[in-house]
Structure formats: C-alpha cells, structure tokens
C-alpha cells in the first residue's frame, strides 16, 4: 500500500502540498468561513454583538483558547517531558497583566503595552521560575510549580487591589475593535494557527530533535554533548509565554480577569486535555480539549428527567471527567491519537484482508 | 535518628538552628517581647507545625519508598475531617452515642478506617498497574484528589461546617502567662510529637521499619530475599493515608471541615517535604515545624503590623523557594 517514491516525484508541487497538508488545510478553511457558515445555517449576522453566530464564535475562541493552553503545556509534558502544576500562573500573569494595563492606560495604548509587558514579564518569570527550580528532579519541580502558582491564586485572592475573589472587568478600558466579537475570533484564529505552525517546525528543527532526546533519556542527552538545563529552560520558559498568550486571549474574550485564572484548573484542564487527547503529538492536545470542552458544555447543559424528577448531570462533570481520565491514563495511556497511531497500520491490514488483491502486497 | 547528626550534616543543622533562632527571635520583636503574646504564637505554631507533619509524613515516607508523590494526600486529610464532623453532627448518631467524648473516639476511628480503605483501594487499583509509568501516578494521584474533592462537594456541599458540638477536652482552657489556650489544642501537639516518635521508631527499630528502609534502598534485592514489597508498598501507603485522614479528623474540632483544607493542607506538606528534602523522615518532621512556627510568626506580624493576612499563607511557599535556591535537594535531601 506504500506508494512508491517515484510517483511522490511525479505529482506536481501544488499536488504535494495538498497530500501533506490537506487536512490542515481543510481546518483552517473550516476555522475561517466559521462564522459565516453558523450564520448562514442560523440566519444570523456573524457581526454585531447579538445572535447565534456570534454566540457560536465565542464558543470557539473558549474551546481554541483550551486548545492552545494545551498545546502549549503539551510542549512542556509531550514534548519534553518535564511535569509542571503550575502552567495556570502564566495563564493568569497574562490576564492579569493585560488588564492592568488596559485599566490603568485604557483603549489601544493599555492593550499593545499590556501584551508587550505580558511577553516580557512571562518570559522573564519562565526563565527565573526555571533557573530557580529546573535542577530539581521532575517531582520537586512538579511540586515547586503547583506551589509557586498556588500562592499567585491565594495572593490575587485576597489582594483588594485586583479586585480580591471577583477580580475586575476590563469592559470599558478596551478598545471598541475588540468589543466586535468577530474581531476576537479572527485573532484567535490566526494566533491558533501560528502556534500549531511554529510548534509543529520547532519539533522538526535540531532544537526540537533535542527536546525529543532529553524526554527519552536526559542522561544520553546530557552525555551526548547537550547542555540539556539550558533546553529545558527554553522550552519551559515558551510554553509559559504561550500560555500568557492564551491567557490575554482569555481575558479579552470574558472581557474580565479574575484569580480563577491563576487556579490550578488551568493547569489540570491541558494536562487531561493533553492526555486525554495523546501526548506528545501535534493534534492530540487539539482534539482532547476541543472534544472535552464540547462534553463539558452539553453535559453541564443537559437535564436528564427519570419518572417525576430531573436531575440536573452537570454537577457530575467534574466527576464524569475524573473517571475518563483514570481510563484513559489505565487504558489507553497514550491517548486517542497516540492509540489510534498504534493501531491504524494493524486496522489497515485488517481491512485489506477483505479486499480482494491487496493481501499480496500488504502483507 | 543517627542520620542528621552525621558530621557531614552539621552545616545543615546549623543553619535550620538559626533559621528556628531567627523565628524566635523575629516573634520576640513582634509580640514586643510579651511573654504570653510569645507563647501563644509558638504554640499556634507548633499545633500547625503538628497538622503539617500529619500530612507530610506519608507524603515523605510514600515518596521515599514508592517513589510517588501522592497528591491525594490532602484529600484525605480533607475526608477525615468531614467523617469525624459527621459522625460527632449527625443527628442519627447523637441519639445511638450520646456521650460526645465517645462520639468523638468513634469519628477518629471512623476517619482512620475510611482513610486506609481508601488508601488501599488507590494503591491497588490506581498506583499498581502504573508503577512502570512514575509520570502517570503523579497525574493519577493529582486526578484522584480532584475526584475526591467533587464528591466531598456533592456530599457535603460548599458551606464549611463548623465544629459546634463540644467534648470535655474541646471546651476546656488552660492559662499560660495570663493568655487562655485551648486544652484539645495541646492535646494535638502532643499527640503529634507521639506519632513523630512512634512513626521514627516503626522506621528504625522494628522489623517491618527495617523492610520498609531497604525497600527505599533497592527494592529488587528486597524482594530477591523473599519478602514481599508489593504488600510493604500498600501497607506504607496506607499508613499514609490513614495518618493524614487522622490528622483532619483531630483538626477539625477548631479547623472545622471545609472545601480548601485539602489543598491549603497539601500545599503546606509540599513546602515541608521539599524542604526537608524529599524522602527524609527527619527533615520533614524538622521542616513541619519550621513551616508551621514560621506561618504563625508571619500570621502574628501581618495581622499586628500590615494588616493583610494574605503573606501567612504565602510564607510555606517562600519559605521553600528561598531555600530551594540555596540547597535544590532540601535540607536533608540527599544530593
């Protein structure tokens, strides 16, 4: 079934994009007319700030936000394999420093000041989180983490500055282009696309080759030559500026901040999202949270009525979650894709043994 | 207990004296050297010190032997206070065991059982089949708690319960430099300078202390001698867990039992293991107490001085921030 290399040569270049990159290509078209299509289907406007197309697009920047908090901590966990708890304080450092900024300058200046200040305030909290605590052994850093953004929780809790338990709201210090939600969902988009992108070439350059040897044997690596401190407090110190990013996105989409940003929900959420989904692969982390999130939403909304009474499932999400995650992590340990990326070749050959004419060759 | 004295350690022991003389004589300024406001400090400090260590001590020695962090530990802690609430409120009960003394007795043993059941439970159905994965039970354990802590909420709801039905030891004060402290709340430290001991003489003076530290050494060569340490691993976790469900339950006559214990509880144990060093049974129960003494040094001073109570609940984790800097393995950790 393998196609031999000399037909790949013949197809045209146009034609080889297209096998590679299909399905993503599929996706981003799928992403872009997003709104347009949901409007078309509902008969709503996809602009304004009402109705059903707009409502579906905040949806979708919910589930592309959880997507990319995932892809961001799968960097870290997949990727290289170093276990953090505390991803959720980059997530809540890039609301929070937004906001503050837009609060204290208002309108376009506070937004552009507040992403730069949030970049370089992640950046600089990554590289001193890292160098802090990165020669500890993977627990101690597990714990270190969890600990580190814990006290951001419990500190913007009680801080009355920020607004204590509710945080504060950031409706009218932003600018009025983003108040458009159809705004918000084209920068979610295009950001979503560009972190897949740059995370899928960054796996395939040296660096990423590298990160790849230090999650299957940091010693070879470090033997090899690697100084492997120094690659991990890349990737740790990335992942946490694309968490803040997430992060901004977040709070411009609530068009509030609040320390619940900060909680450890943050971090679990991507951790099963990543599982859930396969770790260690490019869309594993995509799937997981979109397809948890869309779980999540239509449980929570779903009243079950046995006999006289209703019972109202969405407080047993968080329950319903728990045991998908035991199972999985029990039964099949490399998630969905990871799963399916074991079995497929298995499957295929299954399913060749009823079609006529294949058994020579695929066997 | 040998193993912090070892002349290699003596810089270490130095430095937690003056890291405790400090504390001291930081609560002497701040009490502006009042006898009885000193005293009651140290003494708040101790009990947390005590609650802390009920905690961290199974999250330390699990971790030692079985090389899993068990981030359920908290929740357990959590469980125990809301069993040992229970069992002395519900109106049930109080008609069968009217003596509230008893009742009391009842809860504990109740929270102890429930705490090893579920102890046990974990450990074999969830931590086993994962032994070969070390990152998975880590998320396991993490997922776990979480768990636990949804059922709690759907159990118990999200309104804290407060203890209001009092046994002899709870509503009983005695004085000290003029200041009232609570009888139950020195019953607690002493119970918990017990366990300290007890638990350190299990470890280093008994034969299954003896499994338990050359299974932490080489578990394979344990196991080669004809000793099963797969049965050892459950009887340690559970222990664990049944010391850290105790511990709620004799904490929740003044804690209470609330949502958030189980995690505050957690994260105050982390900053203790860590900085006693991961696996060392005497630096955690050193480091509890540092923690503790600290949190109500901090308490006292931001209470009298800033008026902001958020630093106490911040001093556990700068605590061991600052001193993982110095030391990345902890104070007794090994290198």
Known sequence: ??????????????????????????????????????????????????????????????????????????????????ISFGHALFFGAGGYILGGAARALGGETGVIVGVVLAIVASTGLGLLIGIVSLRLKGVYYAMFTLAVAEMFYIFFRRNPETGSEDGFGLGSSLPELLGQRIVLFYLTVILFILMFLFIRRLMFSPTGAVLLGIRENENRAKTVGYNTLRYKLFAITLAGVLATITGMLYALLNRKVGPEMFFVNFTVNPLLHTIVGGIGTFIGPILGAVGLSWLERTIRSTVLTVGESQINIGQWWAIILGVIFVAVVLIFPYGVVGTWNRAAPHIRKWISRFLPGRNAESG | MEGIFAPERRSTLIAVLIIFVGLLGFSFLTT???????????????????????????????????????????????????????????????????????????????????????????????????????IFQLVATFGVS????????????????SWTEDFTLSSGEFSLFGQFFSTYRLVVIVVGVLLIVGIAVLLKRTRIGITIRAGVEDSSMVEALGI??????????????????????????????????????????????????????EGTAIASLMVGIAKAVVAKFSVQYLNQPVWESLTPMILMAAILLLRPSGLFGKE
């Open chain 2, 228 to 281: 099963n340490v797969r049965l050892v691993f459950t009887g340690v976790f559970v222990l664990g867990c049944a010391v850290a469900s105790f511990g709620g339950v004799i904490a929740a006559p003044f804690l209470g039992a609330s949502n958030a214990m189980g995690a505050e509880f957690l994260l105050g144990a982390i900053a203790a293991v860590v900085l006693g060093g991961l696996g060392s049974y």
């Open chain 2, 32 to 134: 502006g050297a009042d006898m009885a406001q000193l005293s009651i400090t140290l003494l708040s400090g101790l009990l947390q010190g005590m609650l802390l260590f009920l905690v961290a001590s199974g999250l330390s020695i699990i971790f030692g032997l079985m090389d899993v962090l068990n981030f359920a530990q908290g929740a357990f802690f959590m469980i125990g206070a809301y069993i040992g609430w229970e069992i002395q409120h519900a109106p049930n009960l109080m008609k069968a065991i009217p003596d509230p003394n008893l009742r009391f007795l009842v809860g504990i043993a109740g929270a102890v059982i429930v705490g090893a059941v579920l102890g046990a439970g974990l450990e074999r159905g969830l931590l086993r089949p994962l032994y070969a994965r070390p």
């Open chain 2, 146 to 161: 979480l768990i636990a802590l949804e059922v709690v909420k759907l159990i118990w709801g999200t309104a804290p319960r």
């Open chain 1, 1 to 82: 079934m393998q196609t031999p290399a000399t037909s790949i040569q013949q197809k045209p270049a146009w034609r080889r994009t297209l096998d590679t990159n299909g399905v993503f290509l599929l996706w981003t078209a799928f992403l872009l007319i997003f709104p347009f299509l949901v409007g078309a289907i509902s008969g709503t406007s996809p602009t304004g700030r009402r109705g059903e197309s707009v409502f579906q697009q905040g949806v979708m920047i919910e589930y592309l936000t959880y997507a990319m908090l995932a892809m961001s901590y799968n960097l870290i966990f997949g990727f290289t394999g170093v």
